[in-house]
């Protein structure tokens, strides 16, 4: 952790934003649940890809320095996933690929009680954090499994860049990474109009650019992958700061 880390129980921020720079965002670093929860299923099913987007915060972690630093969420996707809109489907999960979630049976009122426990606060933070900073990127780093338990069918993209009415980074993004020998999902494995929240929200609604990435997750499971995409990421976002002007 840097020394101007700052942390809370619904995010970490590592690093120094600063205005002109690179603020990586990470919805689902975590696999944390908070004190007074129980989501109902095996411990070991918080290391899996229903409860945390695996090998993302290491990433996040490693492309933090100069110019660049990382606002990282605290807490499970299972207890209220912060990359949905509120009402959305999934924002409580009752089933995640095939996984019963007892603990999300909680009524309307548990829902709206954790809204304004965990995401209400965690979206207003990072938005007060991006109108101090004025970042000229925003990377929202996810990771994809290479296949569903519940689909047979394997993912072949390394990485996905998603994006819903602004592809301006984008369309910058691809073609680097292509040249790289990445086979690159354009709006795979996801489509970002229809799973792009936290960044329609910061990024779309105020005219930010921003990129949001999916990484496979057999790509950042150790250490040496992590640190060949940090790199790798770190590359890409100087240059499309660059060619945005």
């Given at each position: 952790m840097t020394p101007?880390?700052?942390?809370?129980?619904?995010?970490?921020?590592?690093?120094a934003p600063v205005k002109g720079g690179v603020l990586v965002i990470a919805d689902h670093a975590s696999n944390h649940v908070p004190e007074g929860i129980d989501l109902g299923i095996p411990a070991e099913l918080m290391?899996?890809?229903i409860a945390i987007d695996i090998g993302v915060a290491e990433v996040a972690e490693r492309m933090t320095g100069p110019g660049t630093a990382a606002w990282l969420a605290g807490i499970s996707r299972l207890v209220c996933d912060l990359n949905r809109d509120i009402g959305m489907p999934g924002m409580f999960p009752a089933v995640s690929d095939g996984y019963?979630?007892?603990?999300?049976d909680?009524?309307?009122?548990?829902?709206?009680?954790?809204?304004?426990?965990?995401?209400d606060p965690y979206h207003a933070a990072l938005e007060d954090l991006l109108e101090e900073a004025a970042p000229a990127l925003i990377v929202s780093l996810?990771?994809?499994?290479?296949?569903?338990?519940?689909?047979?069918?394997?993912?072949?993209?390394?990485?996905?860049?998603?994006?819903?009415?602004?592809?301006?980074?984008?369309?910058?993004?691809i073609p680097l990474l292509q040249a790289e020998g990445l086979t690159v999902g354009d709006q795979e494995p996801y489509s970002g109009r229809i799973l792009n929240a936290s960044m329609n929200r910061h990024?779309?609604?105020?005219?930010?650019?921003?990129l949001s990435i999916e990484i496979r997750q057999d790509q950042i499971a150790d250490a040496a992958g992590q640190a060949l995409w940090a790199e790798r990421l770190g590359r890409l976002c100087v240059e499309v700061v660059a060619r945005l002007g």
């Amino acid at each position: 952790m840097t020394p101007s880390a700052k942390k809370t129980e619904l995010y970490r921020l590592l690093g120094a934003p600063v205005k002109g720079g690179v603020l990586v965002i990470a919805d689902h670093a975590s696999n944390h649940v908070p004190e007074g929860i129980d989501l109902g299923i095996p411990a070991e099913l918080m290391n899996q890809h229903i409860a945390i987007d695996i090998g993302v915060a290491e990433v996040a972690e490693r492309m933090t320095g100069p110019g660049t630093a990382a606002w990282l969420a605290g807490i499970s996707r299972l207890v209220c996933d912060l990359n949905r809109d509120i009402g959305m489907p999934g924002m409580f999960p009752a089933v995640s690929d095939g996984y019963a979630i007892p603990g999300n049976d909680i009524g309307d009122d548990g829902r709206a009680a954790r809204v304004a426990e965990y995401f209400d606060p965690y979206h207003a933070a990072l938005e007060d954090l991006l109108e101090e900073a004025a970042p000229a990127l925003i990377v929202s780093l996810h990771s994809f499994t290479p296949g569903l338990a519940t689909c047979d069918k394997p993912r072949p993209w390394e990485i996905g860049i998603l994006y819903n009415e602004d592809d301006r980074a984008a369309r910058i993004a691809i073609p680097l990474l292509q040249a790289e020998g990445l086979t690159v999902g354009d709006q795979e494995p996801y489509s970002g109009r229809i799973l792009n929240a936290s960044m329609n929200r910061h990024a779309e609604r105020h005219g930010r650019a921003y990129l949001s990435i999916e990484i496979r997750q057999d790509q950042i499971a150790d250490a040496a992958g992590q640190a060949l995409w940090a790199e790798r990421l770190g590359r890409l976002c100087v240059e499309v700061v660059a060619r945005l002007g």
